[in-house]
Structures are given as C-alpha cells and as structure tokens.
C-alpha cells in the first residue's frame, strides 16, 4: 500500500477518532480538521497526526487543504442532533451545507485527489415505510438535518457530473458506541439512566425500530469507502431492525438492571421506522458489520465501565 495524505474533518470526534486509530498503524500521513466543539484532542494520537484547529466553514479550512494536498478526505464535521436541526435551522444548514460546500470547493481541483468519503445519514429517508430502504429508495426527510445531509449528498452529485470528482456518499444507520460528550442518542440515553437506577425514557410507544450500527464497523465502512471506484451513494447498516423496547430490554439484562421506563410523547422529527439494506456496499468492497447489536451493546457497556473505572 503506497503512502498518502488523509484528510479527516471531525477527526477528534466519536466516529473520526475511530477511523484515525485505525490508521495510525498505517503509513499514511494523516491530517485532522476539528473545531473541538465535541471532539477532544485527547480522543486521537496527536504524536501520529496533524491537528487543525479550525472550523470547516472558515477560509482557513480552505487554505489548509490547498496546502496539504490531500489524496483521500473523509468529511466527517457536521451538526447532527436532529432536535437542534429544528430548534436551530439556519445553523444546522450553516454547517452542514455551507460548511461541506466549503470543504467540497477546497477540494474540487486538488491534482492528487482520489476520493472525498461524506458521512451522510439514513435521515434523508424520513418515514419511507418501503423497508429495507435501498439507495434507489424516495428521499423525504422529516428534520432539517436529514435535508442538510441531502442536500450535501446532491452538491456532490453535480461536481462528480460537471468536474468527474470522486465521491463515496455514506448513508449510515443508527450508529452507537461510547462517546466522549453529552450524546443525546437513545443508547447513550438509556446507559446513563440504568447505571443510575433511573427511569429511562422512550419517546412514544417504543415500538419504534431502529437499525443499530456499532461504530467499530462504521470506522472500517469508511476506511473500505476510500477505495470504492464507482462514484455514489452507499448505506452502511446491519440490515436489521430493532424496537426501542428491545433496546432497552438487552441493555438492562447486560447491566443486570430491571427499570422501567418513563414514556414520553413521541417528538417531532422522528422517524418511526428504519431498515437500510446494505448490499450496494458489501459487493463493492470487502466490508460486512462485524458485530450484532447484542456483541456491539456489550462492547460499548465494556469500555465504558473501564472509563468510568480508570476515571475514578
């Protein structure tokens, strides 16, 4: 494997510092832009890495990929709670669109480039009950982040038509694992609750499913993406659904908790149910999800049990 620049925006952050300790065994020089609203510099090797502090909106971030010339980026920075999506839209459009049109521009005539990997999301779907969702599937979202993602996922789609420039649009699942910040997600959620014996709560019935993806296997879809020679998108998932009742029920027999939950309205956003086949991406590159939700909820009650051991 020859040696290459690697570019990774958010590169501190939950998935970015993933996809970084991967490669830090590697013989890439390997570049990071983060603004370290969420990441942490502590997240990644900072002796094997080039850190940018920086926000992906600025000229500096333009400036900073004109000088490294990057082969390969990974453009990971966003906003992605959906509820701040709502609240706060021109800001989430603000980074997701205007920051990644940025981030695409700076790159559009870099000599060297190979591929540009965007972390899109299954949000784009919205409530398309055609399950599994495929990515010939309608796109209808139901928050302005899933719009912010689409909208990105089309600007690369017109620069690959008018410029020929190589893209992998990564349509990702549920993705779950440890996080270093205050996550809003469901299985973050629900660790925080139980290992407090408190009530965890469900928005709606609960009946709701999900397609749980472990970050260790979305780390490995991105590193695969690099790599893939047909431009376009491609969702990353495990292809099954999951009820947030079940959710619950796994994590509190794995932490030996019996909680009930508090139930909730169920709140504007959110999509009822998700599946996304992943197919396109399996055949395409030598990638398949490694871990099932039980092995993945297992892993990440694991590592954070140690933190909070080591942190103690």
Known sequence: ????KILITGGC?????????????????LFIMDNLSTGKK?????DRVELC?????SEEAYEYIQHIQPDYVIHLAAQIDVQISIQQQQHDADINIMGTLNIIQSCLHLPALRQFVFA????VYGNNADLPLTEQSTTIPTSPYGQSKLVGEQYLALVTHLHGFPYAALRFANVYGTKSYAAGDVITSFWTKLKQNEAPVIFGD???????????????ALIEAMYVSESGIYNISTNEQTSINDVLGIMGTLLQRNVLPQKLAERVGDIRDSRLANNKFVQHTSWTPAYTLQTGLYATIQHKNNKVKVEN
């Open 42 to 46: 502590e997240n990644v090797p900072l």
């Open 120 to 123: 899109s999301t299954a949000a």
């Open 1 to 4: 494997m020859s040696k290459n």
């Open 13 to 29: 952050g939950f998935i970015g510092s993933r996809v970084i300790a991967r490669l830090a065994n590697t013989q890439h020089d």
């Open 53 to 57: 502090v920086c926000d992906i909106r």
């Open 206 to 220: 609960g009946e709701q499913t999900r397609d749980f993806i472990y970050v260790e296997d979305i780390a490995c």
